[in-house]
């Protein structure tokens, strides 16, 4: 009896201890109350932006970190993120536990009304500050807008290196029908860059009136962009992005990349936890493990799209970029409501009318 009640509290220990070694080092002791919730509830649901190729390296090192929680993940353009979440809610049906979009700005519209939880990560300190909002929205990479470029028929000299250059070149009739861009009234992404460029660059009219001059073509993913210039149907794409093209620039010869000098824009995915989550601990579990060094370290060097942590070394690292572009020129684009004044109805449909009428004039 003596021996079978040792062996029972060695294994009790044993157990234990094992099950405390997940508790990743410098967690307070009770994350593991975290932990076992998300394994009690065994799923989390995503909805994102991201590309599934992309995200596939993450939930992987998640599911070895924390066997026994599935995650499954719905990748969406970012309208469409934002408007089944919208729609099933409004449904009361199921919805995902958590959203993780490069729509920066319907992502916060979405956590200033209310939808988002206050939770503050494990690792809120590591990243910027102006990459959190309230412990509720939280920026996740460091993406650049790119300039991308068809290498066999733009010629070397012709490059631009500004957005001052770039709207010079595209009125040059050879870049007549192409040049692409987003079509910022499909595309989440596309609109938030194209207002935050309207903020940036004085001289947005002439951009505007250069795209009209061009036909710019419009389309409303990142993929189709590449393509297009890739194959020489179109020969330049406007605030491409980085992360994406800088990937496929690697194994295309036909693209090239520019990362202007006057000023970039950097995009970050945004991450908030949905406050009706029926998986919350898993979605908690989730946050902290893609802000942690762990995580960043995945999201720079096997899913390309940049790490927003300045502790994480490889190419695809804020403080790589930065060293690049510098300090200055880098123009991250807050996690903070400042990003709704566009969406308010009278202003975007205003901001949309401007744009068909100068640049999208055909």
Not at 26 to 52: F, H, N, R
Not at 226 to 245: D, H, P, T
Request: glycine share 6%; with cysteine.
């Amino acid at each position: 009896m003596m021996l079978k009640t040792t062996l029972a509290a060695a294994c009790a220990t044993l157990f234990a201890g094992s099950a405390l070694a997940q508790v990743p080092a410098g967690y307070p002791a009770d994350y593991q109350k975290i932990i076992d919730g998300a394994k009690k509830e065994g799923k989390l649901v995503i909805y994102g932006a991201t590309d599934s190729k992309a995200t596939q390296p993450l939930i992987k090192d998640f599911s070895a970190m924390y066997p026994g929680i599935t995650v499954e993940y719905n990748d969406m353009n970012s309208t469409e993120v934002y408007n089944r979440f919208i729609s099933e809610v409004a449904a009361g049906g199921n919805t995902a536990d958590a959203m993780w979009s490069s729509a920066m700005d319907l992502q916060m519209r979405l956590a200033s009304d209310g939808y988002a939880l206050a939770y503050k990560s494990v690792e809120a300190s590591k990243i910027p500050g102006w990459a959190i909002w309230d412990d509720k929205a939280y920026g996740t990479t460091f993406e650049p807008a790119a300039i991308v470029y068809n290498k066999r028929l733009v010629d070397a000299k012709e490059v631009p290196q500004t957005h001052a250059d770039f709207t010079k070149l595209i009125q040059q009739p050879k870049f007549k029908d192409k040049v692409t861009t987003y079509d910022i009234e499909k595309s989440g992404v596309g609109f938030m860059f194209m207002t935050q460029d309207a903020r940036e660059n004085p001289k947005f009219q002439d951009l505007e009136n250069a795209f009209g001059m061009a036909k710019v073509r419009v389309q409303s993913s990142t993929g189709t962009m590449m393509e297009r210039i890739s194959s020489g149907e179109n020969l330049i794409g406007y605030n491409v992005l980085g992360s994406y093209a800088l990937v496929r620039a690697k194994t295309d010869p036909s693209i090239g990349v520019v990362l202007p000098k006057d000023y970039t824009l950097v995009m970050s995915r945004v991450f908030f936890i949905n406050k009706s989550a029926k998986n919350v601990n898993a979605a908690k579990l989730w946050l902290d493990y893609m802000l942690s060094h762990r995580g960043q370290t995945i999201i720079a060097n096997d899913s390309k799209l940049f790490a927003i942590r300045a502790d994480v070394t490889g190419e695809t690292t804020s403080a790589e970029l930065i060293k690049q572009i510098g300090k200055d020129n880098i123009k991250p684009v807050p996690v903070h409501p400042i990003l709704l004044q566009f969406l308010g109805p009278a202003k975007r449909m205003a901001f949309l009318k401007q744009w068909k009428e100068t640049a999208g004039k055909k």
